[in-house]
């Protein structure tokens, strides 16, 4: 079975751009969750997908949004971006929500200058 | 506030045994799951508990007491390539809150 992908796996951004994310999860799996990992605050959630529908949400601004298809696959939408959300961003795809086996992809590193 | 608290680092030896250590506060808790992360990797599952008791997976453990809103992660007969960060991560009504992360350090 083929991993979680992500696209792109770097991305170098402007202030106040936006940008999108792509994350296809394992096939079969309903459940895509968001992450952003910097060096200083670790893995935070910023939101879980599952059958098309926003089940929970992390402590960020509005201007992160996401949304997943049909085909299970996620997008990540940072608009107005700001030098701190330079950080991995990583996606991880498991069978059910609130999945305790969490599989996560390479992630995308973005860069905001 | 949901929270976890886990060392920023530990260092070890070689061939020995290591905890590391996990206390959360979290509302509705369901589980506690652990992952390994080496660097410039994605972290990985090693394991979760969602009753009190320990859990063994091979050279892994993982122990959880809800009572105490405490978990940990035992590593037994310790390789070089151990060294990663280990996150503990809490499952809960709301959404999984992730620890900072333990960096593990193994001397040879």
């Known amino acids: 079975k083929a991993g979680v992908t992500q696209t792109p796996r770097y991305l170098i951004k402007t202030r106040g751009q936006q940008v999108t994310l792509?994350?296809?999860?394992?096939?079969?799996?309903?459940?895509?969750?968001?992450?952003?990992?910097?060096?200083?605050?670790?893995?935070?959630?910023?939101?879980?997908?599952f059958s098309e529908t926003q089940r929970n949400k992390g402590n960020?601004?509005?201007?992160?949004?996401?949304?997943?298809?049909?085909?299970?696959r996620s997008e990540m939408n940072v608009s107005t971006l700001e030098l701190g959300d330079s950080a991995l961003y990583l996606c991880a795809s498991s069978l059910e929500d609130r999945g305790v086996e969490q599989y996560f992809g390479p992630g995308t590193r973005l860069t905001v200058t | 506030g949901q929270s976890l608290e886990q060392p920023s680092e530990v260092t070890a030896v070689e061939g020995a045994i290591v905890q590391i250590n996990c206390t959360?506060?979290?509302?509705?808790?369901?589980?506690?799951?652990?992952?390994?992360?080496?660097?410039?990797?994605?972290?990985?599952?090693?394991?979760?508990?969602?009753?009190?008791?320990?859990?063994?997976?091979?050279?892994?453990?993982s122990f959880l007491s809800r009572s105490d809103s405490y978990g940990y992660l035992l590593l037994q007969e310790l390789?070089?390539?151990?060294?990663?960060?280990?996150?503990?991560?809490?499952?809960?009504?709301?959404?999984?809150?992730?620890?900072?992360?333990?960096r593990l350090h193994i001397l040879p």
């Open chain 1, 22 to 49: 792509s994350c296809s999860p394992i096939s079969g799996h309903r459940s895509v969750s968001w992450y952003q990992q910097t060096p200083g605050q670790g893995l935070q959630f910023l939101f879980e997908y």
């Open chain 1, 60 to 72: 960020f601004p509005g201007r992160f949004s996401g949304r997943q298809f049909s085909n299970s």
């Open chain 2, 24 to 61: 959360y506060q979290t509302s509705g808790f369901y589980g506690l799951s652990w992952y390994q992360q080496h660097d410039g990797g994605a972290p990985t599952f090693l394991s979760y508990n969602a009753l009190d008791g320990l859990e063994e997976t091979g050279r892994f453990s």
């Open chain 2, 79 to 102: 390789q070089m390539k151990d060294s990663a960060s280990y996150f503990c991560a809490a499952t809960g009504d709301d959404k999984i809150i992730f620890g900072k992360g333990t």
